[in-house]
C-alpha cells in the first residue's frame, strides 16, 4: 500500500468512525514488513509524552514501515505563531484555534503525507466535518505525536 493510499484509508476512517461516533479515539494504523495492518488506540491521552513513548515502541517493536495516525486536535493557521505554541502549550483557550481531526502519514524514509478535516459543531445538531483539507507540505505539522519514528 503507497503512503498516498494508506493516508486516504486513514482519511475515510476517521471520516466513518466520526460520523458514528461524533468523535474520534485517538488512534495510528500501522503497516508493517509484511503488508499487515495492525491498530494501536490510545482512548487515554491525559499523559501525552507516555502515549507518545508508547507509540515509539509499538513502531519498534512491530516492525512497522509506515502508519496513518487520527486525533482530534487544536490547529491555527495564522500568520503569527501564538504565545501559546511558543511556549509548548496547549491551544485550548486560545480565541483563533480551530478544532480538527489531523491525519498523518509517515514510512520510515520521512515521508509525509498530512491533512485535516475541521470539526463543525453547529448549536442544535450533531457535530460533522469539513471536506478532507489536504496540506502540500507536512512540515507544517507540528507536536508530539508527528514523525514517530526514531
Request: glycine share 6%; proline share 6%.
Amino acid at each position: 500500500m503507497t503512503l498516498d493510499k494508506l493516508f486516504h484509508f486513514g482519511a475515510d476512517a476517521a471520516k466513518h468512525l466520526f460520523t458514528a461516533r461524533g468523535e474520534i479515539v485517538p488512534m495510528w494504523v500501522g503497516i508493517d514488513e509484511k503488508g499487515a495492518h495492525i491498530p494501536l488506540l490510545a482512548p487515554d491521552l491525559s499523559d501525552k509524552e507516555a502515549t507518545a513513548q508508547t507509540v515509539r515502541d509499538f513502531l519498534k517493536n512491530k516492525k512497522i514501515v509506515k502508519y496513518v495516525s487520527m486525533l482530534e486536535c487544536w490547529v491555527y493557521e495564522g500568520k503569527d505563531m501564538p504565545p501559546e505554541i511558543l511556549a509548548g502549550q496547549s491551544l485550548e483557550h486560545n480565541p483563533d484555534r480551530r478544532e480538527a481531526v489531523h491525519l498523518l502519514a509517515e514510512d520510515r524514509d520521512g515521508n509525509t503525507i498530512s491533512g485535516r478535516y475541521y470539526i463543525l459543531r453547529p448549536e442544535r445538531g450533531r457535530p460533522s466535518l469539513s471536506p478532507l483539507k489536504v496540506d502540500k507540505k507536512a512540515e507544517k505539522s507540528e507536536g508530539r505525536f508527528v514523525k514517530m519514528f526514531d
